[in-house]
């Protein structure tokens, strides 16, 4: 007679591995998204999840310890490798996730949102079990019995026992408990999407779903072959031991099921206060499973260490973003990365020979054109007498201007400039009101840099943001190699250029191994107007000066912070090319 599932893959180890993955995948997910939708804590969830997960691996190896291991364990001889129990499984995600609420103290409803996951997890384990030879049923005629190659343990166990022949092609004929066990686990999440307005306590869903499955593995036992359960499948009065303990739990479910629902009926599903996340028990709690996968490696199947490896990877983004914003301040946030990139493409740049530098020819003064424009926004603090924010107004700001510099290189490690720029400064913002401002201002600029330092002195003389003319300071120095890498400060030298973001500046530069060529700079700024005041505004710059065509030199720029900024500046050398290779300039001498 051929019966309905003849199973011969010689895959079976890699099949059970990979159902057993999905089904932690699967189930993990519907429980993660069933608390999700619920909006708790993404990070505090996913850590539950991670903790159930863990101690579902855990009762599922220890329930199946016979005596022996207990010994080999308990004497420090390591943990012995067993085999695995769903109930066990079960139990150990309970503990797990009741241990994981207890220390985040986390109040909001629990294990309802295992109602579905777990019996859908458990129907997709079933599968893993079928196509890896485990968990089989006694024998049977049935036609739709299971049969195994002669490449599976339970074909190896038959033959020991003398049940059927080593020339056999196939083992006897089995009732297949594996897929009775998956078709009652989806029969279970239609029980409880049918009885879901019944169960008015917390947890009553789950432990409705326990029950059922409780109650159908106590009957399917029957037809289940004890061998390979090893002590949970000797009987007493004709029962097996695994079946006591499924009377057992189900009788203390029974009591908790109907004290839940008589004496706290009350209690709903939708639960309107919120968790406060607790970093540093989260933290702890976290670093135990690294812990745990060092200590056991050896317990554990591979499978298993890759399931907890995923969500503890899952999980470590979300903390390294936590630490993130606890250090870094709100306003370079989104600038700090960028720093990070710009400093690793600056340090790992390959500085071109000294000899082949770019350097000015021994042209020792020249004169240059520059226009520029900005556009941006920043947010603006207002206060009362005491001290107290009384609004917080988002600023649209332009400028526009032009100037003219004049340069002098007496050798090709010093450069002389002095510049003025002419610039209107204006408020845009959709609101206006008594802060609002358009002014013109003139700026008057001396910069001197050798090889190793530099500076800048100046001042700023015009109508400031609506108030009466006054005269601002412009300093800035810079320390370091240009061409290679330098540290510079600024304090309002950027202003006519960039607008209210240039106004203080602390940052990096590189001349990315060329003298006198183009550079590049990224650093931190301060927005003026709150520089001397606690609600100052923090953000980021990126600049650069990017010679094209010996002549020309492009000045682009860009803020970011909680608003963005931007400018565009074009600077025009007058005369011949200055700027050409150092081995050229001897050639030509």
């Known amino acids: 007679m051929k019966h309905l599932f003849i199973i011969t893959t010689t895959e079976h180890s890699f099949l059970y591995g990979l159902f057993y993955l999905a089904a932690f ?94 019996p859908i997890g458990l129907a997709i384990t079933r599968l893993g079990c079928l196509f890896g030879g485990c968990c089989y049923g006694i024998t049977t005629t049935l036609p739709w019995a299971v049969q195994y190659g002669n490449n599976f343990k339970v074909f190896q166990i038959q033959t020991a026992n003398m049940q059927i022949p080593d020339t056999s092609a196939l083992s006897l004929p089995m009732h297949p408990t594996q897929i009775y066990d998956l078709l009652f686990c989806l029969i279970i999440c239609l029980l409880v999407y049918l009885t879901r307005k019944t169960w008015k306590a917390s947890g009553s869903r789950f432990l409705f779903a326990i029950l059922c499955y409780a109650g159908f593995r106590f009957v399917n036992e029957f037809f289940r072959e004890s061998v390979m359960t090893g002590q949970l499948g000797e009987t007493f009065l004709g029962i097996k031991f695994v079946q006591w303990m499924i009377l057992a739990a189900t009788s203390i479910i029974v009591i908790i099921l109907v004290y839940r629902e008589t004496r706290l009926r009350s209690e709903s599903f939708q639960v309107e206060k919120k968790h406060q996340v607790n970093f540093n028990r989260e933290l702890l709690l976290f670093l135990s499973v690294p812990l745990f996968l060092t200590l056991a490696d050896n317990w554990l199947a591979p499978f298993e260490v890759l399931t907890l490896t995923f969500f503890t990877v899952l ?208 650093g931190i700024s301060y927005i003026p107007g709150f520089l001397w005041d606690r609600s100052y505004v923090l953000g980021g710059y990126f600049e650069a000066d990017i010679l094209l065509k010996d002549k020309f030199s492009l000045k682009p720029s860009l803020f970011v912070g909680r608003e963005f900024g931007g400018s565009i500046g074009l600077q025009m050398h007058l005369g011949k090319d200055r700027w050409t290779s150092k081995a050229e300039s001897h050639v030509e001498q």
């Open 25 to 118: 995948l699967i189930s993990a997910g519907i429980f993660i998204f069933a608390g999700l939708r619920k909006k708790y804590p993404v990070s505090t969830w996913l850590l539950i999840t991670l903790f159930g997960v863990l101690f579902f691996i855990i009762g599922n190896k220890l329930v199946t310890m016979n005596a022996a291991s207990w010994q080999q364990l308990l004497k420090g001889n390591g943990l012995p490798e067993t085999g695995r129990s769903v109930l066990g499984g079960i139990l150990g995600l309970i503990a797990g996730l009741l241990i994981a609420k207890h220390w985040l103290k986390f109040d909001l409803p629990l294990l309802d949102n295992l109602a579905y996951a777990l």
């Open 315 to 522: 999980l470590l983004p979300l903390y390294f973003y936590h630490i993130y914003c606890q250090t870094i301040p709100p306003q370079l946030r989104r600038i700090f990365p960028l720093l990070l990139i710009f400093s690793l493409l600056t340090m790992s740049q390959v500085n071109v020979d000294k000899k082949e530098k770019l350097s000015a020819k021994e042209y020792k003064g020249w004169f240059s054109i520059n226009t520029f424009g900005s556009v941006g926004s920043y947010p603006e603090k207002h206060f009362d007498c005491d001290g107290n924010v009384t609004e917080i107004l988002k600023r649209n700001y332009s400028t526009l201007g032009a100037g003219i510099s004049y340069h002098y290189k007496p050798t090709e490690n010093r450069h002389l400039t002095i510049s003025t720029n002419v610039y209107s400064n204006s408020d845009r913002s959709n609101e206006p009101n008594e802060f609002s401002y358009q002014s013109t201002a003139m700026n008057i600029m001396t910069s001197y840099s050798t090889l190793y330092a530099g500076g800048t002195l100046g001042f700023s003389f015009g109508a400031w943001e609506g108030e009466t003319n006054g005269i601002i300071p412009a300093i800035g120095v810079w320390v370091g190699q240009k061409d290679d890498f330098f540290v510079e400060a600024n304090l309002m030298t950027n202003y006519h250029l960039m607008g209210p973001p240039g106004g203080f500046q602390f940052g990096i530069g590189s001349g990315f191994g060329q003298v006198d060529h183009s550079v590049g700079r990224a």
